[in-house]
């Protein structure tokens, strides 16, 4: 990582309030290039807090833009953060018609020379790609990076038409402690107090709306940009990583979008930045590479980004299975459209006698980390355990074959019971047996027509199912095995159908894997683009460069560290828990003064034969302590989800105190008729 010091510019930075046609005021922080002349300016919009949890991220991107021309703005959403306003959920109308108005607030500034870009990262991505359907004429451009076009099938909600407990409900407690959080006394004054308390009394657990909505209905078609791709006007630079959920919006949007103003980017990457040279890498020089970007959008330089190949992407290795990797070795390539020309689809036929599925329920224990951040725990470890809960079917692999795209399953099944899911993981089998995923796809079965209903299955009935795994760039070297594993049952990712302890039958007649293959395995003669290269030239990048650091100190500790990712197995009851510490904060201190301790435990249990022994945890502890104000404030908040046969079982709950005082307390109990999932 180059640490950047020296700028084309000098730069100044404000806090301010941007005011809504309501009279509410949004917190924002501006950087800006020391010129009399107006630049353009940049969005991020978000409700992480600009003032302490995403403070160390943002002096790392928004400095580095204004040394280079442009007004770097950060701005916390209604009701959150430092923002007047009360919290609405994600990326409600409400938040999407006060970005607009940010949008046209700031092209008005006599600093702004009228043309705005957005960018993101996760929510930051979503609103940007949503704000840009609404088209607001001064939003140009938007870089989006692991973001989804698809708020139902490809968010942390549902995958496949299931319930996707891992994230369903870490994603919800995550953002229940978030909105519980107080403003901050230093940047607010006498203030802050009222505010908390009006915020904490319209807090509603977003679990509650997302388990009422279990198929795709209209509360999960708004905000989805996938339903009218050419509402967006403004260019989009799409960024995905391999190992993040959100990878296949980055496919879709390269392909329904215009190509003259679409260009897609995927590397090996987590659910970060691709700068920041967390695992797995390699990084890039992404500011440089948005550099370019904007500078075309927004100041209308030729910089050589729209001569770029429409998708850029990473093809890795064959690699050993691991938690972690601090690089995956592979290659950079290049497609001139997508669907690729230099990709084509091969059949694998399923071969043997009739099996039935009947995986233990504990069977997904070894997928990994929804959302992978970069840490040792994050990725699948060996999947040979998993595999022995599955029925697998293998294919040789006789050369080196590269698969770019998202493979597609169709599964010849008989269910005996109405409900129930599948699951299909490909993985590459090295020669000594090591299992390493590659990629996976659920489907509920109820969701085999489409995920806007559910169509319980005949009894008895034998049908064929079809679905896609989620895309990768992987390539299987000779000698190796193609191992296609089909489950029954993945916990904690899915939640489990009340009878899909019963399994299914898999007829491998009619049952088939097809992959993505790319040319350049298959032909040594394919054109410069197959082999990586856009007009003969190299596809490469500069080095990672950032902005200087903010100086946050995380004070030492002799305490032991717990585990990761715990998985404790009761072998008399055949009970699995999974403890997960997601790592997020810890204890930081800011320049400002501010001491701010995070600390998050999530626990998924259940009973390897019994589908209705489901449950989740989730617990939060936050303190913001200010020494010098003497200001001391603690949210602690506790989420659970336990299911019956009927209804889903929600309890939340959420303690907030001043000092030793308890200053609000609540919980809530809600049922949830389980229609879908």
Not at 475 to 483: K, Q
């Amino acid at each position: 990582m180059h640490i950047r010091t020296s700028f084309p510019y000098e730069t100044t930075h404000q806090d301010l309030r941007i005011p809504l046609p309501d009279g509410t005021l949004l917190y924002a922080r501006v950087w800006r290039p020391l010129t009399d002349e107006p630049v353009p300016a940049l969005l991020e919009y978000l409700p992480y807090r600009l003032t302490d949890w995403t403070a160390p991220r943002d002096h790392q991107r928004h400095p580095w833009y204004a040394g280079h021309g442009y007004a770097s703005v950060r701005v916390d959403i209604r009701g959150h953060g430092n923002s007047e306003g009360l919290p609405t959920d994600e990326y409600s109308a409400t938040e999407l018609a006060d970005g607009v108005e940010v949008v046209n607030w700031l092209a008005a500034q006599p600093w702004c020379n009228g043309k705005v870009g957005m960018f993101g990262i996760s929510w930051g991505g979503f609103n940007s790609l949503q704000i840009a359907a609404l088209a607001p004429e001064p939003l140009k451009a938007i870089v989006t990076v692991c973001s989804t076009d698809d708020r139902y099938d490809n968010d942390v909600h549902y995958m496949g038409g299931s319930v996707l407990a891992v994230d369903m409900h870490a994603w919800a407690s995550t953002m229940l402690a978030f909105v519980a959080r107080p403003p901050d006394p230093l940047y607010i004054g006498d203030a802050w107090r009222d505010m908390w308390l009006r915020r904490l009394e319209s807090v509603e657990p977003f679990l509650h709306t997302w388990l009422g909505h279990q198929t795709r209905d209209d509360y999960w078609r708004h905000g989805s940009v996938c339903e009218d791709y050419g509402a967006i006007d403004a260019a989009v630079l799409a960024v995905g990583g391999w190992h993040d959920p959100y990878r296949d919006t980055v496919l879709r949007l390269v392909e329904h979008l215009p190509a003259d103003r679409v260009r897609g980017l995927i590397g090996p990457w987590s659910h970060q930045y691709p700068d920041r040279g967390l695992p797995p890498g390699p990084a890039i020089g992404f500011l440089q590479e948005t550099l370019r970007w904007w500078d075309h959008w927004l100041k209308d330089e030729d910089t050589g980004v729209m001569s770029e190949p429409l998708l850029r992407s990473y093809v890795s290795d064959s690699h050993p299975p691991a938690t972690v990797y601090p690089t995956l070795p592979g290659r950079w390539v290049g497609e001139p459209a997508w669907p690729s020309p230099h990709v084509r689809a091969v059949t694998y036929a399923f071969q043997g006698a009739p099996v039935l599925v009947r995986s233990p329920m504990h069977t997904g224990i070894d997928a990994g980390r929804f959302f992978p951040f970069g840490n040792d725990a994050d990725l699948p470890p060996d999947q040979r355990e998993e595999d022995a809960r599955s029925a697998c079917f293998e294919f040789e692999v006789g050369e080196e074959t590269w698969v770019l795209g998202r493979p597609r399953v169709r599964l010849r099944l008989t269910s005996e019971v109405p409900r129930g899911q599948v699951v299909a993981r490909l993985c590459d089998v090295a020669p000594d047996g090591a299992s390493t995923l590659v990629t996976r796809g659920v489907l509920n079965l109820s969701a085999r027509h489409g995920r806007d209903r559910a169509v319980p299955w005949e009894p008895g009935a034998t049908q064929d199912v079809t679905f896609e795994l989620n895309g990768i760039g992987h390539a299987f070297p000779p000698g190796h095995r193609i191992r296609l594993a089909v489950s029954s049952a993945y916990w904690p990712w899915i939640w489990p159908q009340p009878d899909s302890a019963a399994g299914f039958g898999l007829e491998p007649a009619g049952s088939s894997l097809e992959l993505p293959v790319r040319a350049r395995a298959l032909d040594e003669t394919v054109d410069d683009v197959a082999e990586g290269t856009a007009n003969g030239t190299a596809i490469t990048f500069e080095e990672p460069e950032q902005a200087e650091p903010l100086g946050v100190n995380s004070p030492v500790t002799l305490d032991e560290p717990r585990p990761e990712r715990l998985v404790v197995r009761d072998v008399a009851k055949g009970e699995w828990r999974l403890e997960v510490d997601p790592r997020y904060g810890g204890t930081r201190v800011y320049p400002d003064g501010l001491e701010f301790t995070e600390d998050a435990l999530e626990t998924y249990t259940i009973n390897e034969s019994d589908p209705l022994s489901a449950r989740t945890r989730s617990e939060w502890s936050i303190r913001l302590h200010r020494p010098e104000q003497a200001w001391d404030a603690t949210v602690r908040t506790r989420s659970e989800i336990s299911c019956d046969r009927h209804d889903f079982v929600v309890s939340n709950e959420v303690v907030c105190l001043e000092g030793e005082e308890v200053l609000f307390h609540r919980t809530w109990e809600k049922r949830t008729p389980r229609t879908a999932g």
